[in-house]
């Protein structure tokens, strides 16, 4: 049996980027036994986390994994505006948000672990665990070029399967 052609963008400007939440460490209290969900915004594309309960004694395992495609720019820049967000898991307003930029994340294969501020006006809520990585977008089919970035769902496409495994 033949093995599959894998397929990466020619010009070499299209890849996948691990969004990984490890843990969740609540800094402020009234939050305590909320039960939250984690969001990704860039571009107009979002992803959410399932539903995790902050605690003010422990962190809250999140565990939230994402996979982003972008295209870089014809700068070769990879500058792209990304909001994390965590919000009540019944849809309301957000509880607190970093902004980030993509390009201050990690652009190896090796995972890059960081800490996030999620902040409001009145300071930091919580501090995430981060870990981030990247790699060349492959596929079974030619891989596209697109100018918004967008998330993959890891149980339909096969790179991000072979990540998320």
């Known amino acids: 049996m033949a093995e599959a052609e894998i397929y990466t963008d020619p010009a070499g400007k299209t890849f996948l980027y691990v969004l990984y939440v490890e843990k969740v460490t609540l800094l402020d209290q009234q939050f305590d036994k909320a039960e939250v969900v984690s969001r990704w915004y860039v571009d107009s594309a979002d992803s959410v986390s399932r539903t995790f ?34 919000s009540p898991a019944d849809g309301s307003d957000h509880l607190a948000v970093a902004f980030l930029d993509l390009a201050n994340l990690c652009h190896e294969a090796d995972f890059k672990a960081e800490q996030v501020e999620l902040k409001t006006q009145a300071g930091t809520v919580a ?12 596929a079974y089919a030619p891989v596209e070029q697109f100018a918004e970035a967008y998330f993959l769902d890891p149980t339909v496409d096969t790179q991000a399967n072979t990540l998320y495994a």
């Open 53 to 86: 309960a902050l605690s003010a004694t422990e962190p809250a395992n999140a565990r939230y994994c994402s996979f982003l495609v972008i295209t870089a720019d014809a700068s070769d820049s990879r500058q792209r505006a990304l909001t994390m967000t965590l």
């Open 127 to 138: 501090i995430a665990d981060l870990h981030t990585a990247a790699q060349q977008r492959w």
